[in-house]
């Protein structure tokens, strides 16, 4: 979702609108480009002002960053708490927090690679800040994921590891997909999101029925 150049350096902008506007180039930059490719010089291009204004709002790039990352992070992790807390842990849960977040990041799709993006600096401010995030985000879905598996019998802490990353890696690949897609609202994509559980349920071997052929 391209962000349209502005006429933002032009005199009489308001500061906090002039603000708003080089956050939302520099979100789409870092998301689609990812912090080491990202250019200072292309996000005031975007924005239509100079490098040294962006510096003098923000500081460095990774000031920036961070700027942009703890917005993004904090309506994540609420969203999905949200969508969570909804009547407990039930088998709709992943279709409501899939749901939460399509529709946080409507409108600033990349946002979600801002937060997820590992060609920050190490040991960085930024990767420290980004870490905590992930930490939280992580620390939910694996609630969340134990959760259902209990509610089908099964309480490996193991299987619930790994659904854990599988739900990470689905969500992330489910987003790029979405990206890529601009005219799938979110209410579409929940719905198409449905339909792919659906058709993976079917594939699943009924336990009361035939013995697993690849046994």
Do not use: N
């Not at 990774?62 to 992790?77: F, I, K, Q, S, T």
């Not at 992943?94 to 997820?116: C, D, H, K, M, N």
């Amino acid at each position: 979702m391209a962000t349209p150049r502005s006429k933002a350096g032009t005199k009489g902008v308001p500061r906090q609108h002039r603000q708003q506007q080089i956050l939302a180039a520099a979100t789409e930059e870092f998301g689609t480009r990812g912090y080491a490719a990202a250019s200072l010089a292309a996000i005031a291009e975007r924005v239509g002002v100079t490098k040294t204004l962006l510096h003098q709002y923000f500081g460095t790039k990774e000031d920036l960053y961070l700027a942009c990352l703890e917005p993004v992070g904090d309506r994540l992790l609420d969203t999905i708490r949200t969508a969570m807390g909804r009547d407990g842990t039930t088998a709709h849960t992943p279709l409501r927090v899939l749901q939460s977040i399509f529709t946080a990041l409507e409108g600033q799709r990349e946002a979600w690679f801002v937060l997820y993006d590992t060609s920050l600096p190490a040991d960085g401010p930024a990767a420290r800040r980004a870490a905590e995030y992930w930490s939280a985000v992580d620390g939910l879905a694996a609630g969340g994921t134990a959760d259902l598996l209990r509610a089908t019998g099964s309480g490996d802490p193991l299987d619930a590891d790994a659904l854990k990353y599988v739900w990470r890696d689905l969500v992330a690949t489910l987003v790029r997909w979405w990206v890529k897609h601009p005219d799938e609202s979110p209410e579409a994509m929940t719905r198409r999101c449905a339909r792919l559980f659906a058709a993976a349920a079917a594939l699943t071997p009924d336990p009361a029925g035939p013995a697993d052929p690849l046994r």
